[in-house]
Every structure is written in C-alpha cells, then in structure tokens.
C-alpha cells in the first residue's frame, strides 16, 4: 500500500474541489487536513536516546508515512510506512523511534503522510504534518518540553499543519495560507451567485 505521492495541502484541497465542484467537499478535505499533528516528547535529543512520537488528529486506522531530512537532506527515509504504525480508532498514534547515534548528528524534520485505510486514490484524503528537533553531541542539554512550553533556552517542538503555512504575495509579503484561501473562497461564493 504504497500510493504517496507528495502533495501540498492547497492541491489537495484544490483537487477534492475540482472533482466535486462544489464548496461542501473542498471545506471537508480542508479541514481532514487541518486537524492531523505531530509533536515529540523533547525538542533536543543525544545519541542513545530515543524520541516519542505522538500524532493526533488524524483518520482512524489511518497508516503512517514517514520521510526524514538531516540537515536539510533527505536521509533515504521517503515515505516509509512500516508495521505497526497505523492509528488508533481515535486517529491518534504514540510510538517511540529506535536510539539515535553519534552519526545522527544535526538538525531534523521529520514528515508524516496519513493515508486512510480505505485508501483509493483521491488525493484529498491524504493528510500531512511535520516536526522538527536536534541530535546534538552527548554534552548537550535535552530538557524535556511541556507542549506550548519553552524550557530553557531550547526551541519548543514545533507541530505544523496548514494554519501555520504562509504564502509571499507581491506587495504583501508573507500572508496566512488560510487568509488567501479565505479570500478565494469568498470570490469563488460572490462569483457562483446569480
């Protein structure tokens, strides 16, 4: 069950909107794709630890695809589902990751893909998040991190989803995600009027 192709909230909002035509369908993909995060238990981590992972949110018995980056690179891992990485009935998954060593070094981001059980190729069902933490040398501090809280001076784990995602307009500058698809469906309802 391998069918991830990598996809932008806004094409897969964009997509359910085009094979539907209509504004039910689009705001339904939308929000199956706002509510899906992932966050870990410590945003600094040494080697010979090991991270907890806690996703919520998501469709229920939904499958898990991971991809990871150090340092900005793609380590290999793309879209990887493996056994025991589905959601609970719940849309929820707690799992923790294998130990990291010395070679793990740097700065990560991890991306998640929820692909739901009954998965037969519509795109907008598909649902992503991202978080992003350190493996630092053994001497480094890993403060744990209450969520919404900073302790120290690490950066809090940082669970990103659509709301957060910002867009450069000409003029404008960065501009919320969620502004410009406010302002777009607002045209898309003057327009449709008659």
Do not use: C
Request: glycine content about 12%.
């Amino acid at each position: 069950m391998n069918p991830l192709i990598a996809l932008s909230m806004v094409d897969m909002v964009q997509r359910r909107w085009n094979q539907n035509d209509g504004m039910l369908a689009g705001l339904d993909a939308l929000m199956g794709a706002l509510g899906v995060t992932i966050s870990m238990d410590k945003t600094i981590y040494r080697p010979g630890e090991h991270p907890t992972y806690r996703i919520s949110g998501g469709v229920p018995r939904g499958r898990v695809a991971w991809t990871s980056f150090r340092n900005g690179v793609n380590t290999g891992e793309f879209q990887a589902d493996y056994p025991g990485d589905d959601l609970n009935d719940a849309g929820t998954l707690t799992i923790q990751g294998g130990a990291f060593t010395a070679s793990d070094i740097g700065d990560w981001e991890k991306q998640i893909l929820i692909v739901p059980e009954d998965y037969a190729g519509d795109y907008s069902t598909l649902a992503t998040g991202q978080v992003f933490f350190t493996v630092s040398a053994a001497g480094a501090t890993a403060t744990p991190v209450t969520p919404g809280a900073t302790a120290g001076t690490t950066i809090p784990a940082k669970s990103t989803s659509f709301l957060d995602a910002k867009i450069t307009l000409p003029g404008l500058g960065a501009v919320p995600v969620v502004a410009v698809a406010g302002v777009g469906l607002a045209l898309v309802l003057l327009m449709g009027k008659k």
